[in-house]
């Protein structure tokens, strides 16, 4: 459904939109769409679409989902990275499409963008020719129209190095790139028809997605989603309203929509789009509610759109954790109270919880278990599902973590022993993979290319298993994932400018950080 056809014989580039996860992940994501419609509305442009066919193993070879065209018959290769280790999956596409992975060996360019990029693109610069560091809406047209301009790869990369947005190793190194962005979501492409399939559902269930809001007004410290996507932005009533009634009418999935945001409901829009959901009978799947947002009334609008399962994301319930993370800072009190308050009121509870922050003691871990516990035994109580997802600080870029780095795995394999230990038998607890965490940080602060690494994993047919012995055989060491890079000394993402605040709020979290846990500036 809404899969979009054009004559390829009648325009003049061929573009291969490749995202390199699951064809199901992709129809999940509202980034795609984004891509999907801003390409194809330039009239000389045909973007198809790619994705993986499963995400270990032999990868069969790629043909578009529109007009089942190898990928090595397209021009331009554009793609979007939204989770550290996916860029194996992009390399096995490339692999099992017959073209060449090193951006020098290859004449087909690729242009690459989203979160991952923007925060750190020096780990991918082996493979990718064109980091767009920037929101598809305000960059991505300008790029194709270089293309068009030029279809020639050098001609191409010399053209777009030119953009103040935009990365080509070998082409600008050194220059400062500065984040591109829409000003007002108002005036922003949206994607109305939305690629559909009655067959796949979704993660978060079928529904139209809609993106209420951009950006985020806090500042967590571990947060490196609310520096990428700053400033904070949202669509207004009128123009929300619209998007619903007509993306409704478009949706195979029915009076159901999918919102998206990332601090959720904080503004007196998102509560007057709940209300006029619920009085139209429209369904939502909602994301993560901000706990501080939890009033009844709140609730009650929750109810009315039909969401009976709440994600909350407390991170800790300690207060010298909450103030290192910045989030619910001197409410921890309130924050029990409210999660009992969702239960109480007839709510699943799934739960997000950080831990193996630097400093973090048994005393911690403690007192979180005690709050868990007494949820837990609530929610038994009461009959409602309850279940706590337990997740290593991965240290990200432009984050105060990017000075204090990752706690080593063997204290961390401790720490969640005491978790599940605690927690057996009481909640499902359910823990992310350390050595994934690690993978991400791995890739995240790298101060270099990582492309051997990252071939030697897709021709394992990616998987931990493939990691674990690539990194063992490409082993550059990993004192930049666990002590971070020292404070005042040039990062090696320091040339990516994502806004004038960021910088400045990493380093007085950090102060604050070294005066909580009395650890001394990384050096
Ligand atoms: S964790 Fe959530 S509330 Fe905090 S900065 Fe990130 S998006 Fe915003």
Not at 32 to 37: F, G, L, Q, S, V
Not at 108 to 116: F, L, Q, R, Y
Not at 366 to 382: F, H, T
Request: glycine letters at 8%; hydrophobic letters at 40%; one cysteine or more.
């Amino acid at each position: 459904m809404n899969t979009i056809y054009k004559n390829p014989l009648r325009v003049k580039a061929r573009v291969a939109y490749i995202y390199p996860s699951t064809y199901r992940v992709m129809l999940s994501s509202l980034a795609p769409d984004i891509i999907y419609t801003i390409s194809n509305s330039i009239e000389e442009v045909y973007a198809e679409r790619f994705t993986n066919k499963r995400l270990q193993g032999e990868e069969p070879p790629p043909r578009s989902l529109e007009t089942n065209t190898p990928l090595k018959d397209f021009g331009l290769l554009v793609t979007t990275l939204h989770y550290e280790p996916d860029i194996v999956n992009l390399i096995r596409l490339l692999n099992s499409g017959g073209i060449p992975v090193k951006r020098e060996q290859r004449a087909t360019p690729i242009v690459a963008g989203g979160p991952v990029v923007m925060e750190n693109p020096i780990p991918f610069s082996g493979i990718i020719d064109v980091f767009v560091i920037g929101e598809a809406e305000a960059t991505l047209e300008g790029i194709l129209v270089k293309w068009l301009e030029t279809m020639e790869k050098k001609r191409f990369l010399e053209e777009v190095a030119d953009l103040p947005y935009v990365y080509v190793p070998g082409f600008n190194d050194g220059v400062k790139v500065v984040k591109e962005y829409v000003r007002s979501l108002d005036n922003a492409t949206y994607p109305v028809n939305q690629v559909e399939n009655t067959e796949v559902e979704p993660v978060y269930g079928g529904g139209f997605k809609l993106e209420v809001s951009r950006g985020c007004r806090f500042w967590c410290s571990f947060c490196i989603e609310s520096r990428v996507f700053q400033p904070y932005r949202e669509r207004s009533l009128p123009l929300l309203k619209r998007l619903v009634e007509d993306g409704v009418s478009a949706s195979i999935w029915g009076r159901r929509v999918v919102l998206y945001s990332l601090s959720f409901p904080v503004t007196s829009t998102h509560l007057k789009l709940l209300e006029y959901l619920g009085s139209e009978n429209i369904r939502a799947s909602l994301p993560s509610i901000r706990l501080s947002a939890l009033s009844s009334e709140v609730l009650e609008l929750v109810k009315s759109v039909g969401q009976r399962t709440l994600t909350l994301a407390p991170e800790t319930f300690t207060p010298v954790l909450q103030r290192v993370f910045f989030k619910y800072v001197d409410i921890v009190d309130e924050m029990i109270e409210s999660v009992k308050h969702a239960l109480e009121e007839g709510f699943n509870v799934k739960l997000y919880m950080i831990y193996g922050v630097k400093g973090e003691g048994v005393d911690d871990v403690k007192a979180n278990l005690e709050a868990l516990k007494q949820l837990a035994s609530l929610a038994r109580k009461l009959g409602r599902g309850f279940s706590v997802s337990l997740n290593p600080l991965i240290p990200k870029p432009h984050t105060m973590f990017q000075w204090i780095g990752m706690e080593n795995p063997v204290k961390l394999r401790e720490i969640l022993g005491l978790y599940k230990r605690g927690l057996k038998g009481l909640v499902d607890a359910r823990p992310y993979d350390i050595e994934w965490g690690f993978i991400q940080a791995y890739i995240a602060l790298s101060g270099r290319a990582l492309d051997d690494v990252f071939t030697k994993v897709a021709m394992r047919g990616g998987g931990l298993a493939a990691w674990r012995k690539s990194l063992g055989e490409e082993y550059m060491g990993a004192g930049h994932v666990f002590n971070g890079y020292g404070f005042g000394d040039e990062l090696p993402w320091g040339f990516i400018i994502l806004d004038n605040v960021s910088r400045r709020v990493a380093e007085s979290q950090y102060e604050v950080f070294l005066r909580l846990t009395g650890s001394k500036k990384a050096t």
